[in-house]
């Protein structure tokens, strides 16, 4: 990673989540919960359609942070869940992450982070930081 600046926006990566990856994500879990496999369940308890472990969502944000500084640079990371992202049956539906720049200083970088789905923010606080030299 180049030096970084205050200030300076991240290049975002879009990470893709469909059906088969929740069920992968559910077997590796643990997490059969039917919200994020069964659409009629999902459906009868008011969600629009299957949504995405929530787990799921925050792992791929952090996945974007140890992306862009390397694993072993991250020092925190955190958000909050404030929306679902729904996944129809068939779809390919993209989760897009990007970054800016915050507080620089004692050798560590302070990033925001912002997770969008369909044009919808689905982390809300989401921050992490990250070593730099």
Known sequence: M????TGQELPAQTFII???LLLKYADASGDQNPIHQDEAFAKSVG????IAH???TMGLA????????GAENVL???AKFIKPVVVPANTD?????????????????KIELLAMCNEVKVLGVAKGAIKVK
């Open 47 to 50: 969600l629009p359609d299957v």
């Open 18 to 20: 469909n059906r088969a």
């Open 76 to 78: 925190e990371f955190s």
């Open 93 to 109: 539906v993209s989760l897009i992450v990007s970054g800016k720049v915050g507080e620089i200083t004692d050798g560590m970088a």
């Open 54 to 56: 929530g787990m799921l």
């Open 62 to 69: 952090g996945k974007y942070l140890s992306d862009i500084s």
């Open 2 to 5: 180049s030096q970084l600046v």
